[in-house]
């Protein structure tokens, strides 16, 4: 099948490339001229493991192709996936402005190209309704006898950053929402060969079950976070609780883990967007409403665990561990460690921040404040620290040895905003490790020859 994707984010190029793999032609599309030229030259522009080589491969064997815009679209091509980004707004709902300038080209090539049957399939994370309205526009720059040519469909993404190829490859379902038979049935030819249970349902229940599947997992971390804050309370261990609760087949294992809360470029602008809608359709969701709240004191608790612990905060060196919104990837968006940074430099004037991430480096400058020394090692952050908190789960966090943390900082106190480390076996070594759920650790005596 030829198809062609608007937008190469995470979304559009894994579905560019995870398509052509399966055997479809693709050209994949978008205005970002440096990151098209870069795409040109086979080099992925962003971190996300198997992507190069899956882009290399599709483009060698003539799969693969890419166009600085919907312009370059073949007339032939018979589904058009929509993945531009649709940011939170300044409301909190979900911004549309890239999707419906996209929808405009698109419309000028269906007008001019006179292809003769294009499905338009959203995986765009839209508000409910968008697909109807899109078909709309459509067909309204089409004379009424052609009007049939374009179809619109709402196939939701859910694959995650850091693991986008292989949840391609291996998707836990596929939604098909569509108000066409052809339609549904030219896009389960489009995903034939992936495995996972096909859902066929309408545009609109289509559209709504991404923002729900957020919320629901927005609400399961929250839920975790503040069983954590009580067990850090009362001195119960919240991973042992998170083991009870996840062995329950009717809870599952998942999004289960206590920590600095969720972050991204999903979980909070789609809660933000479903609250923003349901609100309007008269139906507020006070649960995933509590669910954002809660999730925004999660850097405050940190903070104030610091408060606890040290006694001068103001006057400490701290490391972070971590930049990006968790391990696997490079993106930056509504990092739990930025909202961090500015809690920390808010409550402690003063306080010397440094910061180490593995893949985000580079998209850390411009967004983690300037005061914020970015470092090249975790070695480099932590040398002469006061302490350090682990902010993102990077396995080379856990490999670093009591005995380094004890060498290079000057005072071997971590705060495990992820629960990675093993904190028995470095407060054994004289490692303090505080873990995130566990009895918090009040004012703390050093003994400086230790
Ligand atoms: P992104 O912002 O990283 O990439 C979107 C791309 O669209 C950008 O490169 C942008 O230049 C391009 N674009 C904008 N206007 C365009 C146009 N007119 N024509 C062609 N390209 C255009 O976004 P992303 O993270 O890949 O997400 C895309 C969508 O998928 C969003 O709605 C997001 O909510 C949803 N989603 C994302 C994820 C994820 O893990 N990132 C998972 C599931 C769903």
């Not at 067990?231 to 609780?241: R, W």
């Not at 408060?307 to 968790?326: C, Q, R, V, W, Y």
Request: charged share 25%; aromatic share 6%.
């Amino acid at each position: 099948m030829k198809i062609a994707v608007a937008g190469a984010g995470v979304v559009g190029l894994a579905s560019a490339a995870g398509f052509a793999e399966l055997g479809h032609t693709a050209i994949c599309v978008d205005i970002d001229k440096e990151k098209i030229a870069s795409l040109q030259r086979g080099v992925v522009p962003y971190y996300e493991p198997g992507l190069q080589e899956l882009t290399l491969r599709n483009m060698a064997a003539g799969r693969m192709r890419f166009g600085t815009g919907i312009h370059e679209i073949p007339a032939d091509t018979e589904v058009v996936i929509m993945a531009v980004g649709t940011p939170s707004d300044p409301d909190g709902d979900l911004s549309l402005t890239a999707f419906w300038a996209a929808a405009d080209e698109l419309a000028d090539w269906i007008e001019k190209c006179a292809c003769p049957a294009v499905v338009v399939a959203v995986k765009s994370t839209v508000p409910v309704g968008t697909a109807d309205s899109l078909e709309e526009k459509l067909r309204m720059r089409l004379p009424p006898s052609e009007s049939g040519r374009v179809d619109t469909a709402s196939v939701p993404e859910f694959m995650r950053e850091g693991s986008a190829v292989k949840d391609f490859f291996e998707p836990a379902r596929l939604i098909i929402g569509s108000a066409s038979a052809q339609t549904a049935e030219r896009l389960t030819s489009l995903h034939a060969g992936l495995p996972g249970r096909v859902i066929f349902t309408d545009r609109r229940s289509a559209e709504l079950s991404k923002l729900a599947a957020n919320a629901f997992l927005a609400v399961k971390i929250s839920f975790s976070n503040e069983v954590a804050v009580l067990c850090e309370q009362i001195g119960a261990d919240y991973n042992d609780v998170a083991g009870v609760l996840g062995s329950d087949p009717r809870i599952g294992p998942h999004f289960l883990g206590a920590g600095l809360g969720f972050g991204g470029s999903c979980l909070p602008k789609d809660t933000r967007a479903l609250v923003r809608f349901a609100e309007r359709s008269g139906a507020p969701q006070t649960l995933v409403e509590a669910a954002i709240h809660v999730n925004r004191q999660r850097t405050e608790r940190i903070a104030h665990k610091l408060e606890e612990a040290l006694d001068n905060p103001g006057a400490s060196t701290i490391a972070l561990l971590g930049l990006a919104f968790k391990a696997g990837t490079d993106d930056m968006r509504e990092a739990p460690s930025v909202r961090l940074m500015e809690e920390l430099m808010r409550r402690f004037p003063g306080m010397e921040l440094r910061a180490y991430d593995p893949a985000s480096t580079e998209a850390a400058r411009g967004i983690v404040p300037g005061q914020v020394r970015i470092c090249r090692s975790a070695e480099e952050a932590l040398r002469g620290a006061d302490g350090a908190i682990l902010v993102t789960e990077w396995p080379e966090f856990g490999k670093i040895r009591a005995i380094d943390f004890r060498n290079w900082m000057k005072r071997p106190i971590i705060w495990d905003g992820r629960n990675l480390l093993d904190a028995d076996e470095l407060n054994a070594h004289g490692v303090r490790c505080i873990g995130t759920g566990r009895p918090i650790l009040r004012r703390i005596a050093f003994d400086e020859n230790s």
